[in-house]
């Protein structure tokens, strides 16, 4: 078995300051070669995606993949939506999740798997109110203050 090291193309680090993480799944993702090699060269992006599901399937709505600059024009669309890879089992969880009153499914990451496949990291979460925001960066400052004393 071939093995790889974790190579992270894209993260989302607006959904950590926006929504509480209650649990992460990995799924793989459906791309066609010019999105792949893409991809790989670092040219993805995810912020404002989210997951939506259709017909009993998930879909990535919202990343943008640009065209990879030696492939044919129009290669592919840079914004289309695309098919996360997931068993039945987590599909159905997602979608009992989903109907839930105030949670959504969000993208994390994206990232090379231990076989050398892209992954996607994704999330069920609860949106934050203004106040659990301010709070976050109140917590987060103090820690920093407390790590900078702690090597003075």
Do not use: C, W
């Not at 917590?139 to 004393?149: A, F, M, Q, S, V």
């Amino acid at each position: 078995m071939l093995r790889r090291s974790r190579m992270i193309y894209a993260t989302n680090k607006k959904v950590f300051h926006d929504f509480e993480i209650l649990e992460k799944i990995e799924a793989g993702i459906s791309l066609f070669g010019s999105e792949v090699k893409s991809v790989r060269a670092g040219a993805i992006s995810l912020k404002g995606s989210y997951i939506t599901i259709h017909n009993g399937e998930a879909y990535l709505t919202g990343a943008t993949i640009s065209a990879y600059k030696y492939a044919p024009k129009e290669s592919h669309k840079t914004d289309r939506s695309r098919k996360l890879l997931l068993n039945k089992n987590e599909l159905r969880r997602l979608t009992g999740k989903k109907e839930e009153q105030g949670l959504t499914i969000v993208p994390l990451s994206v990232y090379t798997g231990s076989t050398g496949k892209i992954k996607v990291e994704i999330a069920i979460a609860r949106g934050k109110r203004q106040y659990d925001k301010r709070e976050t960066i109140k917590r987060r400052d103090i820690e920093r203050n407390l790590r900078e004393r702690m090597k003075q």
